[in-house]
Each structure stands twice: as C-alpha cells, then as structure tokens.
C-alpha cells in the first residue's frame, strides 16, 4: 500500500467502491505470478483522489484494452477459468454510477495498472 497521511474523505457509495477495489485487487492477484507485486496506490489531488491498482504481472494487449470491460470478456492468459469476465464489466458499472472512470495502462509482460478518481467530499 502506498499512501500518504491526510488522504480526504470522498465522495462515493462506500460498498460499491470496495467492490470496485475487490474485483480489481482479485484480477492483480490471480493474472500475476507469484514472487510478483501488486500495489494499491492512493493520491489525493486538489479536487478528488486517484486509487490505482498495479500489478506486475502478464499485462494486457493493447487490442484487447477496450475489450476487457465487456461482460463475460475474458483474454487467454491460462486464468480464464477463474472467474466469468464479469468483474470489469461491474467495475465500470460502478464507475459510471460515480461519474467517474476507469482506466486502464499495460504492456504486455510488464504489467497492468487500473486507475479511477473520486471527488474530494467536502464537508
Ligand atoms: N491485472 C490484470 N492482468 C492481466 N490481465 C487482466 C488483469 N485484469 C483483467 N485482465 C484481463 O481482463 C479479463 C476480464 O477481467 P474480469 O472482467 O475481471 O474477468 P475474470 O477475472 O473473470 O476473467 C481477464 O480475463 C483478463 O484477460
Ligand atoms: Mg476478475
């Protein structure tokens, strides 16, 4: 976990955004091999935070990017029996729900990053 101290309350539908964070936690974990490192990373910014989920492990080709996000949408990375592909599809659902959206950074045998923001809540 990388994080500093002071991060803001924001604004969000707390167990829908845990389930967002699990279902992208759950995929770091299961695609990465072990000995591998996954990374839960929060920023907070002027107006939101950014979480980002980053791991180490296969990656995810740059065709297939936009594709992930479909229900029952599932790469050929051995894992495909773990899971339906439908952890994405939730987790832009949930995006969407906060305004918010979900995006996505890899390179084949580097490694994927998921980001997302929320806004700072102000009370
Ligand atoms: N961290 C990741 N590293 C590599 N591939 C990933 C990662 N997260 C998601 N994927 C790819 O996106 C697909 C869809 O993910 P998801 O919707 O969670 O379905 P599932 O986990 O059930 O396969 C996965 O099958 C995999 O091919
Ligand atoms: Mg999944």
């Keep these: 976990l990388e994080m500093n101290e002071g991060i803001p309350l924001v604004f969000g539908d707390i167990s829908l955004v845990e389930r ?17 490192e996954v ?14 989920i980053k791991d180490n ?3 995810i080709k740059q065709e297939n990017q936009a594709l992930i996000f479909e229900r029952y949408r599932q790469m050929k990375t051995g894992q ?16 969407e729900l906060h305004n918010a959206s979900i995006r ?5 045998n580097e490694g994927t990053a998921f980001t997302f923001h929320l806004p700072v809540y102000n009370v």
């Design 20 to 36: 967002a964070i699990q279902n992208l936690m759950d995929n770091a974990l299961k695609f990465t091999p072990i000995g591998g």
């Design 39 to 52: 990374v839960v990373k929060i920023l907070a910014g002027k107006d939101d935070v950014e979480i980002t």
């Design 57 to 59: 492990g296969p990656g």
């Design 80 to 95: 495909q029996g773990v899971g339906v592909g439908l952890g994405l599809a939730i987790v832009k659902k949930i995006m």
């Design 104 to 108: 996505v950074f890899s390179r084949p």
